[in-house]
């Protein structure tokens, strides 16, 4: 199988543990365990070097949305590379897969984003993002209506863009000063910050926050609002069903460019195409990267609506940004042939109708009595669950993020992949997953809940 001998898992781990710096890592606690060694995937299935199946919960991170081994998406990518393996995009030059994806992202985005910006992360498509409504303001002439507005607890990506955006505050412990002219309103948590209104009543609240934030910086002085349709990272924390209509209501009364950040939500995940058509408003502009390319090669994008594109177009002459990989044509293969197997095998219609609603129902069945499980939110396939200590009194853990790490261990070991932000397990599994998957991703789950109150006493 390899040059390192029968101690292969031990010899990766070491080399691993002497030089490779991972993301998101308290590097002294991974090295004392070792890292799981990941060789394999098929479907909805990982294994690891030492030959355990493992039902990835998450999609790898909320993106192998085809799941893994999908032979037409390795094909894509090997013809791709066989004729043309790279050329930029800056030149004058364009490639065909770079233009075919642009004109198929167009074609599925809502409304009139119809011009495509490609980059590599959903970093630098939320980065790509802050400076383009910056400098759409610049060009309309009101150079200082500069100010984005993000939210408590987003997560926009980790550059020192997307983390300026983002909400996280440990992030922003980390690494700053961050970008000025940045501002956060409060997130749409109905569960844990609702107190006691209904959820419609609440989403309007929290949509009212961005209102008194934007007069408070001046009508004048703020370019844009970003937001995730469905907060992925800070939980998935669905809103209300009040609350984006009432943000959209809000940056048009005010003149504010609305930007949805769909990396998550984009590509079915919800059960429709994107985020904002479930929760029904309309972006001035997106980014997307995750489920674009369903995670074989990295490849993200911009879509730009009609609004910012004409400015650009008209008065702006060159716009300095762009990425030596910008439109890459083997990902951008993989990316197209991704976009057709969604809708030949109808997949997102079937996330919507059907698996979709099996998995959250399921979901409900297998946990909702749970003594640990406080509530469940989700949409399409994507979940988040509340561990609390009290579920009649709605009592959170005092130390926010234990319970949760204790559960997403247990999950580790018990061969399901399932993430814990603070006390909330989070669920994101491959859009392909079955009926049949489904059950056996839950009664997992349910095991580890079980071990987890267990291990509590
Ligand atoms: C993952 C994520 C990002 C960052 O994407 P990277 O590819 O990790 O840079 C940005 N926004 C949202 C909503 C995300 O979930």
């Known amino acids: 199988m390899n040059d390192f001998g029968d101690n292969f898992t031990k010899d990766i781990q070491t080399i691993d543990a002497a030089h490779h710096w991972h993301p998101f890592t308290d590097t002294k606690s991974l090295n004392k365990k070792g890292a799981r060694v990941i060789t394999k995937g098929e479907g909805i299935y990982l294994w690891d070097s030492e030959g355990n199946k493992i039902l990835d919960g998450m999609a790898g991170l909320w993106c192998t949305n085809l799941g893994y081994n999908r032979k037409e998406l390795i094909e894509a990518a090997y013809q791709q590379l066989q004729e043309l393996p790279y050329y930029n995009t800056f030149f004058q030059t364009t490639t065909t897969p770079s233009a075919q994806l642009a004109q198929e992202i167009a074609s599925i985005t809502p409304g009139d984003l119809n011009h495509i910006f490609f980059a590599n992360s959903g970093s630098e498509a939320v980065d790509t993002i802050i400076r383009m409504v910056r400098h759409y303001w610049v060009l309309e002439g009101q150079p200082e209506k500069n100010t984005v507005i ?28 961050y970008l000025p002219n940045i501002a956060h309103v409060r997130q749409p948590f109905w569960y844990k910050e609702g107190e006691d209104l209904p959820p419609e009543e609440f989403g309007l609240l929290a949509a009212r926050d961005l209102e008194e934030k934007i007069l408070e910086i001046g009508t004048d002085k703020v370019a844009a609002f970003i937001g ?20 959209q209501r809000i940056c048009q009364k005010y003149d504010v460019l609305l930007a949805a950040d769909e990396v998550i939500c984009g590509f079915g995940r919800t059960g429709n195409w994107f985020g904002c058509e479930t929760f ?21 994008a911009v879509a730009v609506g009609g609004r ?41 219609e079937t996330v919507r109708n059907e698996i979709g609603p099996y998995f959250q129902t399921q979901l409900h069945t297998t946990l909702r009595d749970h003594p640990l499980v406080g509530h469940i939110e989700g949409k399409g396939l994507v979940a988040g669950i509340a561990l609390v200590k009290d579920k009649k009194s709605k009592t959170f853990f005092e130390n926010g993020g234990d319970v949760g790490t204790i559960c997403r261990d247990f999950c580790f070991d018990n061969n399901l992949i399932m993430r814990a932000v603070g006390d909330r397990m989070v669920a ?17 789950a ?4 079980d071990l987890t109150l267990e291990k509590l006493g």
Request: proline fraction near 8%; aromatic fraction near 8%; charge should be negative.
């Open 150 to 177: 993000g939210r408590i607890n987003a997560y926009h990506g980790s550059t020192i863009g997307g983390t300026s955006v983002g909400g996280m505050s440990g992030m922003h412990d980390h690494g700053g000063p």
């Open 228 to 247: 995730e349709p469905i907060q992925g990272a800070g939980g998935v924390i669905v809103p209300p069903e009040s609350y984006w209509p009432e943000v």
């Open 280 to 300: 029904g408003f309309q972006p001035d502009i997106m980014s997307m990267a995750k489920g674009l390319s369903s995670g074989y090669l990295p490849i993200s």
């Open 308 to 348: 910012i594109a004409d400015s650009f177009i008209e008065k702006g002459g060159e716009f300095y940004h762009g990425f030596t990989y910008s439109g890459h044509p083997v990902a951008a293969a993989v990316a197209i042939k991704n976009i057709q197997i969604l809708k030949e095998e109808k997949i997102i």
């Open 428 to 444: 994101s599994p491959p859009l392909i997953i079955t009926k049949a998957e489904i059950d056996e991703l839950c009664a997992r």
């Open 446 to 449: 349910k095991k580890c809940f």
